[in-house]
C-alpha cells in the first residue's frame, strides 16, 4: 500500500511540474507578444507609430460612417424624416453610457502605464476587477435606460411630435446595445492598453459589415414567391441590425482575446482591491462628469434644434453624419495617442509623451481641418442623397458651411481629452468640455436663437464657435500641462514577467499601484 501510495504521488507530481512547465512556456510567450507591442509603442518613431497604430481604426471608422450613410441613406428611403430616430436617442444613450466610459478611460490608463512599466500582473489583476464591474454596471444602465427613455425624449428633449414613435420604436430596441457596447468597448479597451489595435479593428469591421448587410433586409423585409421571409420592421429593424452587429464584434474581440492573450482572461470576481477601486474613480469620476454633462448639454441642444421642427432634426442629423465623414481620421487616431501616451508616461518618457501630443494635435488638426474643406465644396451632392425636401436640404446646407470650417479646433480638443485618458489627468480637459458646451452651445446659443431670434442660424454659429474655443484652451495645456506626471508608479523591476498564479483577492496596501 505504501508503495502504490508512493507510486501515485511520483506520477501526481510529475504532472504538476509538466503541467507548471506548460504555464510557464505559455507565460513567457505570451510576455514576448505583449512586450514586442509595448517596445514598439514606447520606443518606436512618433510618427510611424501614429500611423501603425491609428491607421487600422480609422480604417474601422470609415466602414463605421459607411454603415451609417447605408443606415441613413436606407430610412430616407423609408420616411423624409425616420433617420432623424438615431441621433434624438444619441444623448440620452451616452448620457448613461457616460460610466462605462469613464472606467474605460480610467482603466485604459491603468492597463497601459502598468503595461508600459512591465507590471503584466498588476494589468491581469485591473482587466479581471475592470470586466467584472463594467458587466453589473450595464445591466442596470440598461434597464435604466428602457424605463426613462419615452420620459427623456418627450419632457426633456422634446421631440417632435410626428418623430416621437419612431424615437421610442428605435430606442426600446437599442437598450440592448447598452450591454453589448459596454462589454465590447471593455474589451476594446484591454487591446488598445496593450497596443493591439488591429483586433478592435477586426471586430469593428465584422460589426459594420454585419449591420450594412441587415439594414435593408430588417427596414424593407425579404419576401420570395409571395411568402415573407424576414418581415418589414422601418425603425426597428435599423435597431435590431445595430443590435446583433454590437453582438457579432462583441464575440470576435472575445474569441480573439481569449486566444491571443490567455494571460488576461477575465476571471470574474467581486473581490475588489480598495487601491484599483480608489484610482478608478479618481481618474474616472471627472470623465463620468464631464461626458455626462456633454450629454446633458446635447439633450438640451437637441430640443433647442426640436424646437425648430421635425424638418430641421433631420437637416441636422445630415449635418452631423457629414461632419463624421469629416473628421473620420480623429476618431481612428485618438486611441492610439491615448495608448502612446499610457505606455510612455509608464515608462518614465516624459519628453516622449509630450510629443506624441503635440505631434498628434498637429497631424490629426490638419487631417481634419483637410476633411472638412473637401465635405465643404462636396457638400450638395451628399445632401441629394439623403433628402427631396427643400426645407430640409436649406437647413443641412447652412449646417455644413458654418460648422465644417471649424472641425480642426474640435479634433485639438478631442486630442487633449485622448491625452487626458492616456495619462490619467482628466480634469482639465473635463473643464474645457463644460465651458465648450454648457457656456457656448447652451447658454449662448439659447441667447442667440431665441433671445436675439436668430433662429436655427444662432445654433449653427454658436456651435461652430464652441468648437473653436475649446481648440484654443486646450493648445496650452498640451504644450506646457502637467499631464506627464503618471498615476501609476513602478512597483517591480522592469524585467519582470507576468504570473498566473498570483490569486485574485481583497488587498490593503499603503504602496501606490
Known amino acids: 500500500m505504501k508503495k502504490g501510495k508512493l507510486f501515485k504521488t511520483r506520477i501526481s507530481y510529475r504532472l504538476i511540474t509538466e503541467c507548471e512547465r506548460v504555464v510557464e512556456m505559455k507565460t513567457q510567450t505570451m510576455s514576448a507578444s505583449i512586450d514586442a507591442y509595448r517596445e514598439r509603442v514606447v520606443n518606436g518613431p512618433v510618427g510611424k507609430t501614429l500611423l501603425w497604430l491609428g491607421l487600422p481604426l480609422m480604417i474601422v471608422q470609415i466602414v463605421n460612417i459607411s454603415y451609417n450613410f447605408a ?98 420604436t428605435y430606442a426600446r430596441i437599442i437598450s440592448l446595445d447598452l450591454l453589448l457596447s459596454g462589454l465590447y468597448i471593455g474589451y476594446s479597451t484591454i487591446f488598445q492598453a496593450i497596443g493591439d489595435t488591429r483586433t478592435p479593428s477586426r471586430a469593428g469591421i465584422v460589426s459594420s459589415l454585419t449591420n450594412v448587410v441587415l439594414d435593408p433586409l430588417f427596414i424593407f423585409g425579404v419576401r420570395l414567391n409571395g411568402a415573407t421571409i424576414i418581415p418589414e420592421m422601418g425603425v426597428a429593424g435599423a435597431a435590431w441590425a445595430t443590435v446583433i452587429s454590437r453582438f457579432a464584434g462583441f464575440i470576435v ?9 490567455p494571460f488576461l482572461i477575465v476571471k470574474p470576481s ?114 441629394d442623397l439623403f433628402t427631396d425636401v427643400p ?44 465651458i465648450r458646451l454648457w457656456g457656448i452651445r447652451i447658454g449662448l446659443g439659447y441667447l442667440v436663437a431665441l433671445g436675439l431670434g436668430l433662429g436655427t442660424l444662432g445654433i449653427w454659429m454658436t456651435m461652430s464657435l464652441s468648437n473653436l474655443v475649446a481648440g484654443l484652451m486646450i493648445i496650452p495645456w498640451i504644450l506646457r500641462g502637467n499631464w506627464v506626471k503618471g498615476v501609476v508608479k513602478k512597483r517591480i523591476e522592469v524585467d519582470q514577467k507576468p504570473t498566473v498564479s498570483t490569486p485574485l483577492r481583497l488587498q490593503r496596501s499603503s504602496s501606490p499601484r
Not at 502598468?114 to 489583476?125: C, M, N, V
Not at 474581440?253 to 492573450?261: A, D, E, F, R, T
Open 253 to 261: 474581440v472575445l474569441l480573439i482575446l481569449q486566444k491571443k492573450y
Open 391 to 434: 426645407e430640409i436640404y436649406r437647413e443641412a446646407d447652412l449646417f455644413v458651411q458654418w460648422f465644417a470650417p471649424t472641425l480642426a479646433g474640435f479634433a485639438i480638443f478631442f486630442i487633449g481629452m485622448s491625452v487626458g485618458r492616456g495619462s490619467g489627468h482628466t480634469l482639465y480637459p473635463t473643464i474645457v468640455g463644460i
Open 71 to 168: 443606415d441613413t441613406y436606407w430610412l430616407s428611403m423609408y420616411s423624409k424624416i425616420a433617420y432623424a430616430a438615431p441621433r434624438q436617442i444619441w444623448p440620452f444613450f451616452m448620457f448613461l453610457n457616460a460610466v462605462t466610459q469613464a472606467l474605460s478611460s480610467a482603466n485604459l490608463a491603468l492597463i497601459s502605464q502598468a503595461i508600459g512599466g512591465k507590471d503584466y500582473d498588476y494589468a491581469r489583476r485591473v482587466v479581471s476587477y475592470y470586466v467584472s464591474i463594467l458587466l453589473a454596471l450595464n445591466t442596470g444602465v440598461a434597464l435604466l435606460f428602457l424605463l426613462l427613455g419615452p420620459f427623456v425624449f418627450k419632457y426633456v428633449m422634446g421631440v417632435p411630435e410626428d418623430l416621437y414613435e419612431y424615437v421610442v
Open 270 to 383: 467581486l473581490r475588489i482591491e480598495r487601491d484599483w477601486i480608489v484610482k478608478s474613480l479618481k481618474i474616472g469620476i471627472p470623465v463620468a462628469l464631464m461626458m455626462m454633462s456633454n450629454s446633458l448639454a446635447f439633450m438640451f441642444q437637441n430640443r433647442l434644434i426640436n424646437t425648430y421642427g421635425a424638418y430641421v432634426a433631420a437637416a441636422a442629423a445630415i449635418g452631423f453624419l457629414l461632419m463624421d465623414l469629416a473628421d473620420a481620421a480623429l476618431w481612428g487616431f485618438t486611441a492610439s495617442v491615448a495608448t502612446m501616451v499610457g505606455q510612455a508616461i509608464g515608462a518614465g518618457l516624459e519628453k516622449r509623451a509630450r510629443s506624441v501630443a503635440v505631434k498628434a494635435m498637429i497631424y490629426i488638426g490638419l487631417a481634419s481641418f483637410t476633411g472638412s474643406i473637401i465635405v465643404y465644396f462636396t457638400r450638395s451632392f451628399f445632401i
